[in-house]
């Protein structure tokens, strides 16, 4: 017997995880339980599913399924988020990063690129624009797509603005884009330092080396021997000495990565790499 819509059990949740990853090779077994329970009912609801409706599209509908991709692991987010962390980076991070030549950054999980064009801006404020580069990597091809334009809507754009001014970085955030009708587009000596692609935390390997790996906001989702794999990534990827930035919401929990983690600042959950 079917499912009322919106209703979906932890065993019907289970049988979902399975056909993605046969049928189109995600493996979500790893995200928590709950979080995941709470997308999925959200899909069936916008969509009047049952769960039997829901398994159809996901095996026959490859279209449907960059719809539901981007429904899971959608990533909220905004310019300047939490300012005090970006006050954090620029008092304790920035000054290591300076004595570097070429300076490599990470933000993985980047969604629509809101956090890649805030830390360029930073490193442009401090100076560092031109010998940084960012990687901004995500699963979701959809919301790198919008990253790569690096345009937002002007509502967006006035909220942003209110998270700024509290970074205590100079002038105003309209200062870092061309206001067009009704949207603003980052310019382009921002975005010509930076790179929006693929990647996969949980499948995906080393890509390069990096002195800054910033992912926030996206480790809640996972399941602890997930977020353990995830950090032995992030050690791998950083040069000795790099730095883990993770947010006031994230923090390194497993006692293996504890001594290979130098605790910078507690509150903001950032970190250096000590070990070897």
Known sequence: MDTEQGIISHAQVHELIDIVKKVHGFDFSGYTKASLKRRLTRIML??????????????????????????????????????????????????????YQH????????????????????????????????????????????ARKGIYSLRNIKSYAENYQYTDLKGSITDHFTILYDAASIHNELKQNTLFSVHNLI????????????????????????????????????????????GSKETIRSDSFKSKFKVINQKENIYQKVGT
Request: proline share 2%; net charge negative.
């Open 46 to 99: 916008l969509n009047k599913f049952e769960f039997y409706d829901l398994k159809h599209v996901l095996i026959n509908d490859a279209d449907f399924f960059q719809n539901f991709l981007e429904e899971i692991t959608v990533n909220v987010t905004e310019m300047f988020r939490d300012p005090s962390f970006y006050r954090a980076v620029n008092s304790q991070v920035v000054p290591y990063l300076s004595t």
């Open 103 to 146: 300076v490599k950054i990470w933000s993985a999980g980047c969604s629509t690129g809101e956090e890649v064009y805030s830390m360029a801006i930073l490193l442009n404020e401090a100076g560092l624009g031109k010998k940084s580069f960012i990687y901004g990597t995500d699963i979701n091809t959809e919301v790198l797509k919008e």
């Open 203 to 246: 499948s995906d390997t080393v890509f390069n080396e990096f002195q800054m790996i910033s992912c926030r906001n996206v480790f809640i989702y996972f399941e602890t021997y997930l977020q353990e794999r995830i950090l032995d990534l992030f050690y791998k990827s950083l040069c000795p000495l790099g730095y883990l930035c993770l």
